[in-house]
């Protein structure tokens, strides 16, 4: 691993419209905010960029702010600072959990909602030094022709591991893009691939400027299977909001680090006369159908999905019964 950084540009806009101007004009351009993922991966010679484009001094893409009976949370609000808001808790407390769980606190103090939204996916054969790689001919995702996961595969199998993703989705979030022809909007879900080495919905020049989270309906949850309890990336990750309506209780499902995008896992309501019990085996079956890991983290890919199903079968049971 080089100990060094390569050399780079650094521009630091304070419009969004300069920030925008840059991405589409500078050469090789790279958003950079906290950075405690994109440096750490330019000093093993991955994420190439001869310009980064600080975005921290743009006031308007920070702060959490109330949007009718919903809130609006800019890409550069630092994680310290949803950890600390007590709305943010109370009102979609999955999103809380998540953030808590997210590396350690002098990491939160720094990254940004906009970069674990944004987080590269990773796997043993990506996130080594250069001469490691270079040494095993690349893969796909970087320099190589041939998936080290998945050799027969055509797509890389890289696991996204952000925390955010599946606890913004349970709760119907939606994330805003702004670029060169304005501002639209996406459900979180619909802003990934299933694609290692291209998992994210952005066209060129544009840029995330915040999420939308609609009015809080329900409660919900977030846990994480990891090596150990503090800075790990999840191995397996669920978020669950469950919400009683008319027929039935309603539970909202996402998965992270099993797959190379956050995915949802659908499941019908749980009605009141329903035997509660084989519902929520038939659940942790749909987790497990829905999570596909591979073998992209030193941990068995078979342990990872049984673990994932059952936090999620527990989650749900938990929520059920307090709801």
Known sequence: MSATLPDFELIRPATLAAAIAALQEAEAPRLCAGGTDL??????????????????????????VRQGEGLHIGAATRLCELEEDDTLARAYPAVAEAVRTIAGPAHRQAATLGGNLCLDTRCLYYNQ??????????????????????????RCRAAFSGDLAPALMVHGGEIVIAGGEGLRRLPVQDFYREDGADHLALEKGEIVTGVYLPPPAGLSAYRKLRLRGAIDFPLAGVAISCARREDGWHFAIALTGTNSCPVMVEMPPLAPDEDAAAYFRTLGRQVQKKASPQRTTAIAPHYRRLGVAAMAVRLARDLWQAA
């Open 39 to 64: 440096i750490v991966n330019m000093r093993h010679g991955l994420s190439p960029a001869a310009t980064l484009i600080d975005i921290t001094a743009i006031d308007e893409l920070a702060g959490i």
């Open 129 to 154: 030094s250069d001469w490691w790689r270079r040494a095993n001919d690349f893969c796909l995702k970087y320099g190589g022709d041939v998936c080290r996961v998945a050799p027969s595969g055509k």
